[in-house]
């Protein structure tokens, strides 16, 4: 995903968030101090985001995070430890038309 934006003492413009892609999930560049905000516009259902970690456990993957987002409503999620999610975050919404991430890089 490219939407990406940086806080700034000036104030940055909030982008319309982009639409997921159901089909084939999401990826965004991680550094560890990345945020994305998942909205919901659907006016009666929960929709869910899933992101999936990379690290193993005794050579077993680790279980995916999936959050709900209440009906009209908007999560934060992240950040997200290199070490667990890689530099490559796998993440992925249930529903094309409602769902859009707004990705944030928060300074270091």
């Known amino acids: 995903m490219t939407n990406i934006i940086s806080p700034?003492?000036?104030g940055t413009a909030f982008p319309a968030g982009t639409a997921v892609d159901v089909a084939n999930g999401n990826s965004i560049v991680n550094d560890g101090r990345v945020i994305v905000i998942a909205s919901n516009a659907n006016a009666s259902l929960v929709r869910n985001v899933t992101v999936t970690p990379?690290?193993?456990?005794?050579?077993?993957?680790?279980?995916?995070r999936t959050s709900p987002i209440p009906a009209?409503?908007?999560?934060?999620?992240?950040p997200w430890d290199i070490g667990n999610y890689g530099t490559s975050l796998q993440i992925s919404g249930d529903n094309?038309?409602?769902?859009?991430?707004?990705?944030?890089?928060?300074?270091?």
Do not use: N, R
Not at 54 to 64: E, F, M, N
């Open 72 to 78: 009209v409503s908007s999560i934060l999620l992240g």
């Open 54 to 64: 990379t690290a193993t456990v005794d050579g077993l993957a680790a279980a995916a």
């Open 8 to 10: 700034s003492k000036a």
């Open 96 to 108: 094309a038309t409602d769902v859009k991430f707004q990705i944030i890089q928060m300074p270091g």
